[in-house]
């Protein structure tokens, strides 16, 4: 079973402020900071950023169970049209039985001068294991854009 989700996010801020952050490393480390019941961590395993860099990705405790992480690959980082896509390749949902986890985020500049953040995730579950794809949702990607976008602004202030 296949599937993609998305959600869009507008915000007032130009697109190359945007970018900054989506598309360097310091969006791993401004979530944990903004977000923190969101991730807890996000650690860089090798790469500096661009096509092929690794990150341990790890969720903070649920209950008393330890947390959970993952590790993503950046498969493609397009500073052009401002296009960055990470895929899942070892541990986290791929331990749920999904073949394929991609999130994508698109920073798309609108000519009044605003831009859309477009989150997607694409996936692929196996047959056994299809009712886990209830478990996917842009839920946490939606509160990172507002995240980013409130954290640009109040730097932007500084």
Excluded: C
């Excluded at 331990?95 to 991609?102: A, R």
């Excluded at 000519?111 to 996936?123: A, K, N, P, Q, V």
Aim: net charge negative.
């Amino acid at each position: 079973m296949e599937g993609r989700l998305s959600h869009e996010f507008q915000t007032d801020l130009p697109a190359t402020d945007v970018w900054e952050v989506y598309g360097s490393l310091v969006l791993g480390q401004l979530v944990p900071q903004l977000l923190p019941k969101v991730l807890s961590k996000v650690e860089l395993v090798e790469g500096d950023g661009g096509v092929g860099t690794v990150l341990l990705v790890t969720f903070p405790p649920a209950g008393a169970s330890e947390p959970g992480s993952y590790k993503e690959k950046f498969t493609m980082v397009d500073n052009e049209k401002y296009i960055k896509e990470a895929e899942v390749i070892e541990g986290g949902v791929l331990d749920l039985g999904f073949q394929k986890y991609v999130v994508r985020f698109e920073i798309i500049e609108q000519e009044d001068g605003t831009t859309i953040i477009r989150s997607t995730i694409e996936y692929k579950v196996d047959a056994e294991h299809t009712s886990n794809a209830s478990l996917v949702s842009t839920g946490a990607l939606a509160g990172i854009a507002e995240a980013i976008t409130k954290y640009i602004k109040e730097q932007k202030s500084l």
